[in-house]
């Protein structure tokens, strides 16, 4: 065998190789895991706002079929019947957008049953706006916690917030 002379050298500067080659794997590694929590940032990024004007054309429509079936004259003119009757088909293509679009299945549920208290009050089984709260307030929680997983809504008053 060698001497220490001659085989000390050589040994460091294997230990030096291989002390290089894990610490550019280790490198790698840390790379890599930042690209793929940068990529999924970037996901969800573009799921909120894909979601968020699916949401908020859902939303305009609805308002539309909410003023329409409550402000519409007793007499049942076809003009208006025929406007409403548009109005809740663009609401179902609007809640079929949604339901494409979440990513969760509270939101595809409460989306639904808020369309349809929506399309009940355009046919005149709701008497009453204040019926459409709850489906609407579930509608928004829902569209909420699917945008911002794992966050909470603040609640209160929203005079109290300011």
Request: hydrophobic share 45%.
């Amino acid at each position: 065998m060698g001497s220490w002379g001659t085989l000390g050298p050589a040994l460091l500067s294997l230990v030096g190789v291989a002390l290089g080659a894990a610490g550019s794997l280790f490198g790698q590694y840390l790379v890599s895991r930042a690209s793929t929590r940068q990529l999924e940032v970037q996901e969800s990024a573009a799921h909120r706002a894909e979601l968020k004007d699916t949401v908020l054309k859902f939303l305009g429509i609805a308002a539309q079929v909410e003023k329409a079936a409550f402000t519409r004259p007793d007499r049942g003119g076809a003009p208006v019947d025929d406007e409403l009757d548009r109005l809740v088909d663009d609401l179902w293509l609007a809640q079929a957008e949604i339901d494409l679009a979440a990513g969760s299945e509270p939101l595809r549920g409460a989306a639904y049953r808020y369309a349809f208290r929506l399309a009940e009050a355009a046919r005149g089984e709701v008497a009453d706006a204040s019926a459409l709260r709850g489906p609407q307030v579930r509608f928004m929680d829902a569209a909420y916690d699917d945008m911002w997983p794992g966050r909470r809504r603040a609640a209160g008053d929203p005079a109290a917030l300011r």
